[in-house]
């Protein structure tokens, strides 16, 4: 096995046989990311606290409230033995790689050494995290922090018969935080039969976005009917269910904490799963599909299928015999197809509507208890649609292509109705994809790299003309004078941000009713603010929260917001996609500088034409995290300047 690093700190993972690709591949990532890897490792295992103390309990008691060992026993068991063999050499690299430098690791090295059940670990843990992320605070507090809208994705690919240059195109664009178990590495393998390069959550195993010789797929997010919430009448320690009073089933935790004091936990279950308090006080149970019930076991396994196949409708067939617990995949392949496939643990209730996931159910009714999900062969799924391409902007699979998916063809609640859209990016998207007859690599970039902030040409000049009135002369100027681009010269843009932010509370739809007029049509953009008044009371706040951070009203979006840190920092551009717009970052306001914190990571276009493949991308943040990494260049200038840099070929 060898391995050679790139100018961006990229490793190239050569061996004879894909066990000595998995050993390098684990041994390459101990290398730029061991010490967060550790700690995610730590984490998942729910023994964070007895290594590293205080800071770690909150997550290691809600792992022990919510039984989540007996859940990761249950996924461990049910991985086949060609998975064990390669997660045993990926974790024999990894710990290879630290054993020869007893820095590696940093204070996290009381994790090692790393084993294949962690890897399962942190793989349920991150579904599991992904699964709250739709919640509301229905079950838990909102996701997110300061600044952090979430997480999301666009995604395009456009046939060859679609494409100005006769070959398909996939632009793989996800949008994520740049922490924790979210943050991604990128790497190549080849090893005979397998050449494959791509990205994946650090402390995975092999590629999970990615492309080879023949084919490339990327992964979006829609709003999923994955996580159940059910609101329990408790009396002492029973809840009423059918109307009778049943008895919590429970078991007692002890959770250790290094240098305090241990902490016991009580886990409590009922018939629907393991029972919690809502941030408002409620006692609740939730039901996650295809996490903790039904689970969905085999995504490790489905990414390394996937590597394999040659065709689009070979990969979507690699992930119905192994399915994903949730995300779309966007795909493109050597022969021309491209396509797109809703793949994601849906409860199957013949009859049931999506909004029944977004609400509270009756924790005494056992008809609104699901037992079983619907098979990935009933899920929305498109092959070279007649308009020659497909797309993702984390609406609705019913959005993939045009015409539109018909819901009626699918089972019952598996999204929101195609009136629902979550995202102003969508009609854009498609109204973009259908504006030509041909679409070229240079269409693609262009969309990507947009700044356009649309959700300001909606609702600005109702802004403007309700604010006129108030007094708040210089900051209706400066909205009036904003080019409604997040440039990094943009003025204005900095006041927009914090009033968007004040005005669309984070975690809501913003194509909802409540503040955005309804679309004219289904699927299309809303008309105008709704409540104009509110609309100005927010804009007081935006320019008293700007002034209060010490900046003036029309600051220069890029003297005020970075990317990256010092001295390698650049001025940022981009912001989140809740405002519709295509070059997505997020940003935290500080009473410094604003750093970014999340948005585009890995930007890939791919190319698969009659010579071959080309591709050509970049990585945000950057390639490593651990001290003593390999020697990278940063990539944001790249993002800055709207570049991606070349791949050698997959030779």
């Not at 590293?52 to 919510?66: I, K, N």
């Not at 197809?337 to 809703?342: K, P, R």
């Not at 010092?566 to 070059?583: H, I, M, N, Q, W």
């Not at 950057?622 to 020697?631: L, V």
Request: aromatic share 10%; charged share 20%; glycine share 10%.
């Amino acid at each position: 096995m060898k391995i050679t690093w790139d100018e961006y700190g990229m490793p190239t993972i050569t061996a004879d046989d894909d066990l000595g690709a998995c050993r390098g591949f684990g041994y390459a990532q101990a290398l730029t990311h061991a010490t967060a890897i550790l700690e995610l490792y730590g984490i998942a295992r729910g023994r964070a606290a007895s290594m590293w103390g205080e800071e770690f309990v909150e997550g290691d008691v809600m792992h022990a409230r919510f039984g989540l060992d007996a859940a990761v026993q249950t996924w461990w068991l049910a991985q086949e033995d060609q998975t064990l063999t390669r997660l045993e050499a990926f974790c024999d690299g990894f710990n290879e790689a630290c054993a020869e430098d007893p820095a590696r690791g940093g204070d996290r090295r009381e994790a090692l050494p790393i084993t294949p059940r962690d890897v399962v670990a942190h793989t349920f843990a991150l579904f599991f995290g992904f699964a709250r992320f739709w919640d509301q605070e229905l079950a838990f507090p909102a996701v997110g922090g300061p600044g952090l809208l979430g997480g999301g994705s666009s995604a395009w690919a456009v046939s060859a018969e679609k494409s100005s240059t006769h070959e398909s195109l996939l632009l793989v664009n996800p949008h994520i935080p740049w922490v924790g178990p979210y943050r991604l590495f990128e790497a190549r393998t080849m090893s005979p039969g397998r050449r494959c390069h791509g990205v994946t959550p650090i402390g995975f195993p092999w590629q999970s976005f990615a492309y080879t010789s023949h084919l490339g797929w990327t992964h979006t997010v829609n709003p999923l009917p994955q996580l159940w919430v059910y609101e329990l009448e408790v009396s002492g320690d029973q809840y009423r269910f059918d109307s009778d009073l049943i008895p919590f089933t429970t078991q007692e935790h002890v959770v250790e904490v290094r240098g305090g004091d241990a902490v016991r936990v009580t886990e409590r279950r009922s018939v629907h799963g393991p029972v919690t308090e809502a941030p408002d006080g409620t006692l609740v149970a939730i039901r996650v599909a295809g996490v903790l019930h039904e689970p969905v076991t085999t995504a490790l396994e489905a990414w390394w299928q996937m590597s394999l196949a040659e065709t689009v409708p070979a990969l979507f067939s690699a992930q119905e015999r192994r399915p994903l617990p949730m995300f779309n995949i966007i795909a493109a392949d050597s022969t021309g197809s491209v396509g797109a496939a809703f793949c994601g643990a849906t409860p199957r209730r013949p009859g049931g509507a999506f909004d029944d996931s977004r609400r509270r159910l009756p924790g005494d009714d056992p008809a609104q208890i699901w037992e079983r999900l619907n098979p990935p062969s009933s899920l929305p799924k498109v092959i070279d649609p007649q308009c020659g391409w497909v797309q993702n902007v984390n609406e609705t699979p019913w959005w993939f292509c045009d015409p539109p998916l018909d819901p009626t063809d699918y089972p019952d609640g598996i999204a929101p109705d195609p009136a629902q859209i979550r995202d102003i990016r969508s009609p854009l998207s498609r109204a973009a994809m259908s504006r030509s007859p041909r679409i070229s690599p240079h269409d693609l970039l262009d969309l990507k790299w947009s700044t356009r902030v649309h959700l300001a040409d909606i609702v600005l000049d109702d802004l403007l003309t309700a604010a006129a009135s108030e007094d708040l002369g210089e900051a209706v100027e400066v909205l009036r004078r904003w080019d409604r681009h997040a440039e990094a010269g943009s003025r204005g843009y900095l006041l927009f941000h914090l009033w968007a932010h004040d005005h669309f509370p984070v975690g809501d739809v913003v194509m909802d009713d409540s503040r955005l007029g309804t679309a004219r049509e289904a699927g299309g953009l809303p008309t105008g603010l709704l409540n104009p008044a509110a609309a100005v009371d927010s804009l007081h706040r935006a320019a008293e929260a700007l002034a209060q951070l010490g900046r003036p009203l029309d600051a220069a979006y890029g003297d005020v917001a970075l990317i990256g840190a010092a001295p390698e920092d650049v001025p940022a551009s981009g912001g989140p996609t809740y405002f519709g717009l295509f070059a997505c970052l997020e940003i935290v306001p500080a009473p410094t500088d604003w750093p970014a914190i999340g948005g585009d990571t890995w930007i890939s276009l791919i190319r698969f034409g009659g010579q071959g493949r080309a591709a050509s991308s970049i990585l945000l943040p950057g390639s490593a995290t651990e001290p003593g990494a390999p020697a990278h260049r940063p990539q944001a200038p790249h993002f800055v300047e709207k570049v991606l840099v070349p791949h050698q070929p997959l030779a």
